[in-house]
Every structure is written in structure tokens, then in C-alpha cells.
């Protein structure tokens, strides 16, 4: 059953205390991210690996005139040095950071995990796997209690999409490493997922309108970040009807 979402309706938290970066904050599912927490007064990080990204990423964002509370930082954080020093500088510039969330990586499929490449292999699983992981490690031990750490994951975390091997495999991966995590920060930080299907983006050909939008998990993730008692939590919005349940249980939309 498709649920129906109006943004227009829904409870942004007053996040202007707050401090996040938006990791993959660029890609398409990163930037209805970034839309919804510049919606809650935050203070909005987002790296960009080139100056040329950060302006068509201006562009983008252009019907939203230039708000104060965005900032782009060119860097890269796809090895663990260069996450602890994008890290470094990011709280460096701007101050600490209370909230970190890591919309990492694309999609892939194609072949069968026989017939993958060396170099497929290293892009897809190797490379973005390390990127998430330098990310956490870079941020985690530094954010306050009240803040959160987060990551966007898709269904292939627990369900297997056949030709799409690299990406199942990464992805479950991921999963683990959030829950590990919540077991070693124990009650030092916060930290949750969302777990996606296909997500509405300006880049999609084709919407069907059983599926969730990009400001729609750009919301769940505000949410996240307002409520001090989700924690260790995934949520999982494969379709309108789970959002809106996701949406209402975190209490930034009308039940």
C-alpha cells in the first residue's frame, strides 16, 4: 500500500544548536540530505572532492538562494589519513561537529560475482567500503553523546540482488559496521542507518510513486538526530507506507 507524504506537513526539528556534516553530501540521495537539514537551522558541512563539484552543487541547490548555513570543504576522505585530516580541518574552520552523515557510494549491476572485475571489485566493495570506515574512524571518537553518527544503506544490506554482488556484499558489510559500532561506543555515541529502496532523485528516468524521496531520508535523518533516545537503531523504508510509519515514529510527521 503506497503512503502518502506532504512535506509541507511535516515537523522539522530545531537543530540550529548543531553542527553536521553530510558525507556524499553531492551524490543524489546526499543532496534531499542536505535540503532537509538546512530546513532545521543547522550548520550543513558538506566535502566535495573538487572546486568544480562544489559549484554545480551550488547550482543545484540555487533555488534555495545561497543560505548562510551552508559551507562546502574541498577534500577527500576516501583513505583513513585523508578522513583524519579532512576531519582536522573541517573542526579546525568551523568548530566542532556534533552530527555526521555518511551517504557514501553508488549503485552497480551488471555481471555475476564470477565474471566481476579486479577493478570492479576494488571500486565497489574495496574503495567504499575503506571510505565509510575512514569516515567513522575519523569522526566517531569526537562527537558529543547527544550527537549522532549515520549511515544510508540500501535493501541489498539484507537482501541480495541478483547481478548486483559487489554491492549486496558491501552493503551487508556496512550493516555490520554500524552494529559493531553501536556495541563498542556503547552509550558514548549515537549511532543508527537507514536501510533504503529505491530512492527519488532528480537524477531518475523513471519514479514510481511507491518509492521514498531523497528529502524524505534527508527528514528521517534530522529526526535521528533530534531524538537522543534512537540509538543502535536501523530504519528500514523500502516504500511510502514504511516511511511514513519511519517518518511518524520519529515524530516529525502527523500520525
Known amino acids: 500500500m503506497t503512503g502518502t507524504i506532504n512535506l509541507d506537513n511535516a515537523f522539522y526539528p530545531d537543530l540550529s544548536q548543531r553542527q553536521a556534516v553530510i558525507a556524499g553530501g553531492t551524490g543524489d540521495v546526499g543532496e534531499g540530505i542536505v535540503r532537509a537539514w538546512l530546513k532545521t537551522g543547522a550548520q550543513v558541512i558538506v566535502p566535495t572532492r573538487t572546486d568544480g563539484r562544489a559549484e554545480q552543487f551550488k547550482d543545484v541547490l540555487s533555488d534555495l538562494g545561497q543560505p548562510e548555513n551552508l559551507h562546502i570543504v574541498t577534500g577527500h576522505y576516501g583513505s583513513f589519513d585523508d578522513a583524519q585530516a579532512l576531519a582536522a580541518r573541517i573542526t579546525g574552520q568551523y568548530g566542532q561537529v556534533t552530527d555526521v552523515v555518511a551517504s557514501i557510494g553508488g549503485w552497480w549491476q551488471g555481471k555475476p560475482l564470477w565474471d566481476v572485475s579486479p577493478e570492479e571489485w576494488q571500486r565497489y566493495f574495496v574503495d567504499m567500503t575503506t571510505a565509510h570506515a575512514a569516515m567513522a574512524r575519523a569522526w566517531i571518537p569526537h562527537l558529543p553523546q547527544t550527537g549522532s553518527y549515520q549511515l544510508i544503506l540500501g ?23 554500524r552494529r559493531v559500532l553501536s556495541v ?10 537507514q536501510i533504503l529502496g529505491p530512492v527519488v532523485t532528480r537524477a531518475r528516468k523513471r519514479i514510481d510513486p511507491d518509492w521514498v524521496t531523497n528529502e524524505e531520508v534527508g527528514l528521517v535523518s534530522a529526526g535521528i538526530a ?30
Open 184 to 193: 563498542e561506543a556503547g552509550e558514548s555515541n549515537r549511532i543508527a542507518a
Open 155 to 177: 535493501g541489498s544490506a539484507v537482501e541480495p540482488v541478483p547481478g548486483a554482488s559487489i554491492i549486496s556484499m558491501q552493503q551487508a558489510a556496512l550493516l555490520m559496521m
Open 226 to 255: 533530534a531524538d537522543p533516545a534512537v540509538t543502535d537503531a536501523d530504519y528500514v523504508s523500502y516504500n511510502k507506507a514504511q516511511m511514513l510509519e519511519t517518518l511518524q515514529k520519529l515524530a516529525v510527521y502527523p500520525g
